[in-house]
Nanobody, 118 residues
Framework: QLQLVESGGGLVQAGDSLRLSCVAS??????????MGWFRQAPGKAREFLGA????????YYADSVKGRFTISRDNAKNTVYLQMNSLKPEDTAVYYC?????????WGQGTQVTVSS
């Protein structure tokens, strides 16, 4: 089992930046064995895939909705994956989650709330 804990969310204004972190832990699980992704869920909407990084972190890919504004990176020595979010918009308001890519049902954490005011 991989435990994932997201942090770094908050209330910001449109145009601001935030960096989210996701720390992984789990007995018998090696973080660097997993491609990791970021997802979000806005109220009343389905969970949305934002992007992911491969195991080494040397390659990333993004959904069109965030391409050019969001950047994913990882530090395998710290068992952490990051989501740098720039030029935030009110429509980015959501709970943000990390998970493996493809996602693993049992690995969802509590997420971190991001609220962007106009």
């Amino acid at each position: 089992q991989l435990q994932l804990v997201e942090s770094g969310g908050g209330l910001v204004q449109a145009g601001d930046s935030l960096r989210l972190s996701c720390v992984a832990s789990g007995s018998g699980r090696t973080f660097s064995n997993y491609a990791m992704g970021w997802f979000r869920q806005a109220p009343g909407k389905a969970r949305e895939f934002l992007g992911a990084t491969i195991k080494s972190g040397s390659s990333t890919y993004y959904a069109d909705s965030v391409k050019g504004r969001f950047t994913i990176s990882r530090d395998n020595a710290k068992n952490t994956v990051y989501l740098q979010m720039n030029s935030l918009k009110p429509e980015d308001t959501a709970v943000y989650y990390c998970n493996t890519d493809p996602q693993t049902k049992d690995y969802w954490g509590q997420g971190t709330q991001v609220t962007v005011s106009s």
